[in-house]
């Protein structure tokens, strides 16, 4: 995969360049600010870009403001967004662009080496990974939970996990229920949130969507 990095910490940015290139990547470039990323994307085309959230020149969101620009501009190249810090307003308008290819973790819950590579695979092709932690910050930023009000105390537990990124099976394990169970909570919240089943495909989001604006 060809990865280019943003990250101002001179340390961290080259340990993470080692360990994707150990690990067979390509890192395109290492940037240590966001001024000129959008041109370094647009330059190298990268199959994913690693950036943090609060880069040169004021250390305050020049990091996702670019993440956001190049997920609208470059929709074929993942974003990854990795920092101490969750900005709650641009990671919601990040995953309520297009939930494929987008990822959000913070640095100080990221376990292990295996866990960050794993998640850098999947983002890197089209999938998605949210650190829980990042998805309860966008929920407690919510005021409004109109949408969420007709939803059981499970069916609430289960559209988070989904909002996590998790597979059926994943929420089913993390919950300690039956995949059976897990199917019929889900099939009950596409009928609160009138979802069609013509909308199939894209329930499964449209759902996690309502429940990030809720």
């Known amino acids: 995969m060809r ?14 360049e080692r ?6 990547h390509e890192v395109v470039e290492a940037v ?3 001024t000129g990323l959008l041109d370094k994307v647009n330059e190298h085309q990268p199959d994913l870009a690693i950036i943090d959230v609060r880069m ?5 969101d020049e990091g996702i403001r670019a993440a956001v620009l190049i997920r609208k501009q470059n929709p074929d190249v993942g974003v990854l967004v990795f920092s101490q810090y969750v900005e709650e307003r641009y990671a919601a308008e990040l995953i309520s662009e297009n939930t494929g290819g987008f990822g959000y973790l913070l640095k100080d819950r990221v376990a ?4 960050f590579l794993k ?12 650190d829980p932690e990042v998805v309860t ?10 949408d969420l009000s007709a939803l059981s105390g499970r069916e609430r537990e289960v559209l988070q996990l989904m909002a996590e990124g998790r597979s059926n099976h994943a929420i089913s394990e993390a919950l300690f229920i039956s995949p059976g169970s897990v199917e019929k909570h889900i099939s009950s919240i596409f009928t609160k949130f009138d979802l069609s089943p013509e ?4 329930r499964r989001v449209l759902a996690v969507l309502k429940f990030l604006e809720a």
């Open 137 to 146: 910050q966008i929920l407690v930023r919510s005021r409004q939970q109109r």
């Open 3 to 16: 990865i280019l990095i943003a990250e101002d910490a001179a340390v961290l940015r080259a340990g993470l």
């Open 56 to 60: 040169p020149p004021t250390y305050t």
């Open 32 to 34: 240590s600010d966001a």
């Open 119 to 130: 998640a850098v695979d999947s983002v890197g092709n089209a999938g998605t990974v949210l």
């Open 19 to 24: 360990l994707l290139v150990d690990a067979g």
């Open 199 to 202: 909308d199939s495909s894209n």
């Open 112 to 115: 292990d080496v295996e866990e």
